[in-house]
């Protein structure tokens, strides 16, 4: 018998209109069953223009495959998008210029190779709801369609993890340099978006290393 998630996930696979996100939808539905060290992931990042994703823009997104726990760094790619509007001041924060647009790719097209990427992989974020209103709004322009895959989220989790252990969780606590550090993960140059994927793979490794052989339905958003 179908569990709730497995339904969810099949019923929006039925539903769905876009090809490219059917095919991932009906990809993940034997991936739910497994250990976490046997699930196929995809950690992803991105770098945006601001925090909304109806007014901003994405400039950028990385992902790094994790293969039966092992992170595949020849499997990583990273990916500067076209955007008709200026970086402005967001470009203090992550590092991407107007000059370099010159040089991105047009997001259509990236966005299809991402969900190539995406295909019998259970997505990977830090602080997944922001991350996924960009790319599910950027979907429906592309695509005509909503992205709303099977997903797991390094900053939900340790959220679970410290409130077993504590009544307060403290400004900042969650923020993934935070997070890196209280597994003894060496600290990144953030606010690039391979990096921040690779960092956000190791920290769920750490994760999932920490709480043992575990089902990926213990992770699952």
């Not at 969780?169 to 600290?187: D, V």
Request: charged share 25%; proline share 4%; net charge positive.
């Amino acid at each position: 018998m179908f569990s709730s998630k497995r339904l969810t996930l099949w019923n929006r696979a039925r539903i769905c209109k876009a090809k490219p996100i059917a095919k991932i939808y009906r990809s993940q539905l034997p991936l739910l069953t497994l250990r976490v060290d046997q699930a196929p992931l995809l950690a992803i990042d991105l770098e945006m223009t601001g925090l909304d994703a109806h007014r901003d823009h994405i400039l950028s997104i990385g992902w790094v495959p994790i293969n039966r726990g092992a992170i595949d760094t020849e499997g990583a790619q990273h990916w500067l998008i076209k955007t008709d509007r200026e970086v402005g001041d967001s470009a203090t924060i992550h590092g991407i210029t107007d000059s370099q647009r010159a040089t991105a790719t047009d997001k259509k097209q990236v966005m299809g190779r991402f969900l190539n990427a995406c295909r019998g992989r259970l997505l990977l974020f830090h602080h997944a709801p922001l991350d996924l209103a960009f790319i599910d709004r950027s979907c429906r322009i592309a695509f005509n369609s909503g992205f709303r895959p099977a997903l797991i989220d390094t900053l939900a989790a340790e959220r679970k993890r410290l409130a077993r252990h504590t009544d307060s969780i403290g400004q900042g606590a969650l923020r993934l340099a935070a997070c890196r550090e209280r597994y003894g993960l060496p600290s990144y140059s953030g606010h690039n978006a391979l990096a921040d994927a690779l960092a956000t793979a190791e920290l769920f490794l750490a994760q999932v290393s920490a709480d043992g052989d575990s089902p990926v339905s213990r992770y699952l958003l």
